[in-house]
């Protein structure tokens, strides 16, 4: 019967809007997508909507644009409402909050010894949720804290673990090149960097000069990874043996913007243009 009940009584998200509307939030700047009826909203707005953390306070990042068709089958949440003043002080007033919960926070750590680094709290806009962010070597058992803060903060909480990269990415910081860390400053989501892509850019495979604050290695390795493959394609890899004017000489060096090689032998040393080396190339479109 109280199954029935529940069928009759429960409602389908809605998956057909008037508007899709672009939705950011001040901890990520990634773009997320929310569907609404409301035409008075523009670029700019703050906006309350529900997320799987709760409700957030979001800013429109783009003018909303007609609403296509869902024919994913993926949920498109709506937005609540155009934030209320009401809603920016809660939201101001949160922030506040956060710093003391991740003082007290802090110090119950210390007081169960839990080898775990907290990094930042936040709570939800209705505050009905708090959000407690660390990392860790390894797993924790951190059974006993969640009853110590629920007691604390009755409302309810969340601890989770990032890796280090998501670390960098929230305190943030300046990179070798001595500008902000690209995380923390415009990448939203991480590729998989491998030692391959500094190979293919010829670099010093010094693993500690190729890695970020976070420990890994540096997320740019990727950025140009490409160009170099084309750059590189058909090239003979270095301390290669090749054979030059009836000699034999070992590629010691290569720039590929320049397209110069270094080849050399126990006689002589020698700096050429690819074109010398490997007429039958093409290098123009490179």
Not at 219 to 224: I, Q, R, V
Not at 244 to 255: D, E, L, P, V, W
Not at 281 to 286: A, T
């Given at each position: 019967?109280?199954?029935?009940h529940n069928?009759?009584n429960h409602?389908?998200?809605?998956?057909?809007?008037?508007?899709?509307?672009?939705v950011?939030?001040?901890k990520?700047?990634?773009i997320y997508t929310?569907?609404?009826?409301?035409?008075?909203l523009?670029?700019?707005?703050?906006?309350?909507?529900e997320?799987?953390?709760?409700?957030?306070?979001?800013?429109?990042?783009?003018e909303?644009?007609p609403?296509?068709?869902?024919?994913?089958g993926?949920e498109?949440?709506?937005i609540?409402?155009?934030a209320?003043?009401?809603d920016?002080?809660?939201?101001k007033?949160?922030?506040e909050r956060?710093?003391e919960a991740?003082?007290?926070?802090?110090?119950?750590i210390?007081?169960?010894?839990?080898?775990?680094?907290?990094?930042e709290?936040?709570?939800?806009?209705?505050?009905?949720?708090?959000?407690?962010?660390y990392?860790?070597d390894e797993?924790?058992?951190?059974?006993e804290?969640?009853?110590?803060?629920?007691s604390v903060?009755?409302c309810r909480?969340?601890?989770?673990?990032?890796?280090?990269?998501?670390?960098?990415?929230?305190?943030g910081g300046?990179?070798?090149c001595?500008?902000?860390?690209?995380?923390?400053r415009?990448?939203?989501?991480?590729?998989?960097i491998?030692i391959?892509?500094?190979k293919n850019?010829?670099?010093a495979?010094n693993?500690?000069?190729l890695?970020?604050?976070?420990?890994?290695?540096m997320?740019?390795?990727?950025?140009?990874d490409e160009q170099y493959?084309?750059?590189?394609?058909g090239?003979?890899?270095?301390?290669?043996?090749?054979e030059?004017?009836?000699?034999?000489?070992?590629?010691?060096?290569?720039?590929v913007?320049l397209q110069?090689?270094?080849?050399?032998?126990?006689?002589?040393?020698?700096?050429?243009?690819?074109q010398?080396?490997?007429?039958d190339?093409?290098?123009?479109?490179?």
């Open positions: 019967m109280s199954d029935n069928k009759r409602k389908p998200c809605k998956q057909t809007y008037e508007l899709l509307a672009f950011s939030f001040d990520s700047k990634k929310f569907g609404t009826d409301d035409h008075h523009k670029m700019n707005d703050k906006v309350v909507v997320t799987v953390r709760g409700l957030e306070l979001g800013t429109l990042v783009k909303p644009e609403f296509i068709a869902n024919t994913n993926m498109i949440k709506p609540v409402r155009k209320t003043q009401k920016l002080q809660n939201a007033r949160n922030v956060a710093e991740m003082e007290k926070c802090a110090e119950l210390r007081k169960l010894n839990l080898d775990m680094n907290l990094i709290a936040e709570y939800t806009l209705d505050a009905s949720k708090i959000i407690f962010v990392v860790a797993r924790v058992d951190f059974r804290l969640l009853k110590e803060l629920a903060f009755k909480i969340e601890l989770r673990q990032i890796g280090p990269r998501n670390k960098s990415k929230i305190i300046l990179g070798t001595g500008m902000e860390t690209c995380c923390s415009f990448l939203n989501d991480f590729d998989v491998s391959n892509m500094a850019q010829l670099l495979l693993v500690q000069k890695s970020g604050q976070c420990g890994k290695l997320c740019c390795l990727k950025y140009e493959k084309k750059l590189r394609q090239l003979p890899k270095l301390n290669s043996q090749i030059y004017k009836g000699r034999r000489y070992r590629i010691t060096s290569m720039n913007l110069q090689a270094k080849i050399e032998n126990k006689e002589d040393v020698q700096f050429l243009s690819f010398e080396l490997w007429p190339i093409d290098f123009s479109d490179r």
